[in-house]
């Protein structure tokens, strides 16, 4: 029989986190105050995060110790396991070889929760009460709601209205988790009731609903924010993924060629590739794709600048790939994907050369996410099927050149709570992006 999984114990559950930081060879450009432009120190963000996360953000420390309480969440249900899609191989006709890291085995259904367990954890052991948090999809704020009810902290959740309203099962989920859930812009803040003021049809964007949490935090002295991408302590939570994956692609007997993920903030695919760079750092031949949605293409179409990660212009300035804080995109499906920003260590290794990146349309990737399902038989989130898209394309390169190219690209999650996206997509109803922008 041909091995089609790969997996791993327990007892290779990583015990250490990644920091990439530590390899760049320089430090990454530090978050600026607005008001001075000077490098912030913990001692500015402190009314926002927990000092242990702060730590993380700042940390220059190649290997980060996991805290056990930590790990035995994790071990729920890491390690996650690796397939080869050799259905879809068959179904192309290529001679590449194809590998995904599955994170929708996550109680959350995603890879959010490898940094949505930390993240509560350490706001726990400094006691905050309650955590407020933006959401694009859902995926975020579902993963936040299962890790703060783990530690017995309250959870607010911003979530983004189209998205609200497309998946409406993810809000469910959170409130079975014990979280209050907000369309955002909503009433419930001064700047959400400004924008729905200026236009009450506003479908909202990760920009406004940063802004919306950060307002209710900087109000209440027991509630810490948190945020489920972009930031470098979420992309070091997130290298459980390319860490275990390295070993199991030593199981197959295969290192990868191109290893791709699908890109908003950044986290599942830095989680996957950073491992992966620290290879190449070393010499060793690798490629880095990062996928976008063409109707927020943040990395191909934007300016590489210190930014704001919100629209109020509430947090501070980061260097990254921007298309504007003030940007609201199409109300594509993949809501996860809808971020004006990119993460900064994402973004400086773009700058760099060491990591490429494209934009899909999303009618393309949903042709490639039912592809997907009928012969591996998983069906993926919308955000995810970006990265799915892409292999499959690389795939087809593969056959045209006559290469056994190694493809491993991250499936970050299951699109069972996405179903309304499919629905649209079978019945004609998914605009290309040049009709959803119009």
């Known amino acids: 029989m041909e091995q089609r999984q790969f997996l791993l114990s327990q007892n290779d559950i990583p015990q250490e986190w990644y920091n990439v930081a530590a390899d760049l060879g320089e430090p990454p450009p530090p978050p600026l105050h607005p008001a001075t432009q000077q490098p912030c120190g913990p001692e500015d963000l402190a009314p926002v995060f927990p000092m242990a996360i702060l730590e993380q953000e700042m940390s220059a420390q190649r290997w980060i110790k996991i805290p056990d309480a930590v790990m035995e969440k994790l071990a729920l249900w890491r390690p996650s396991p690796l397939y080869r899609a050799r259905d879809l191989e068959k179904a192309l006709g290529t001679p590449a070889k194809i590998y995904y890291k599955y994170e929708g085995t996550s109680p959350a259904g995603s890879h959010k929760l490898n940094t949505a367990i930390p993240q ?13 948090t933006e959401t694009g999809a859902g995926q975020w704020g579902s993963a936040l709601s299962i890790a703060c009810n783990f530690f017995g902290i309250g959870c607010t959740v911003y979530m983004v209205k189209c998205s609200f309203y497309q998946k409406p099962y993810r809000k469910s989920m959170m409130q079975t988790f014990g979280a209050e859930v907000f369309p955002s812009p909503s009433e419930k803040t001064e700047f959400g009731k400004q924008i729905l003021a200026k236009d009450p049809e506003c479908p909202g964007s990760l920009g406004i609903a940063i802004s919306e949490a950060l307002e209710d935090t900087v109000h209440h002295d027991d509630v810490k924010y948190s945020l489920g991408s972009v930031l470098n302590h979420v992309i070091l939570h997130q290298t459980v993924i390319g860490l275990e994956s390295k070993k199991q692609m030593e199981m197959a007997g295969d290192y990868p060629d191109v290893v791709i993920g699908c890109v908003g903030g950044g986290s ?41 990660g919100d629209t109020a212009s509430m947090t501070p300035l980061l260097k990254m790939h921007t298309l504007g804080a003030d940007f609201v995109p199409p109300a594509i499906h993949a809501g996860g994907l809808r971020y004006h920003g990119m993460a900064p260590l994402v973004s400086l290794l773009v700058d760099k050369g060491m990591i490429d990146a494209v934009a899909l349309d999303q009618l393309d990737v949903f042709n490639a996410a039912v592809l997907f399902a009928r012969t591996e038989g998983i069906i993926p989130a919308p955000e995810s099927s970006h990265a799915v898209c892409e292999a499959i394309n690389e795939a087809n390169r593969a056959k045209q050149e006559g290469k056994e190219t190694v493809i ?31």
Not at 120 to 132: D, F, L, M
Not at 410 to 438: I, P, R, V, W
């Open 408 to 438: 491993l690209f991250n499936l970050s999650g299951h699109g069972f709570l996405d179903l309304g996206a499919y629905d649209a997509y079978f019945a004609d109803k998914l605009a290309s992006t040049a009709q959803a922008e119009g």
């Open 120 to 132: 509560a954890y350490y706001n726990k052991i400094e006691g905050t009460k309650r955590i407020a």
């Open 268 to 308: 599942n695919f830095g989680g996957i590739v950073m491992p992966f760079m620290a290879d190449k750092f070393a010499g060793k031949n690798v490629r880095a794709v990062a996928v976008e949605p063409k109707a927020c293409p943040t990395i191909t179409s934007g300016a590489y600048k210190y930014d704001f």
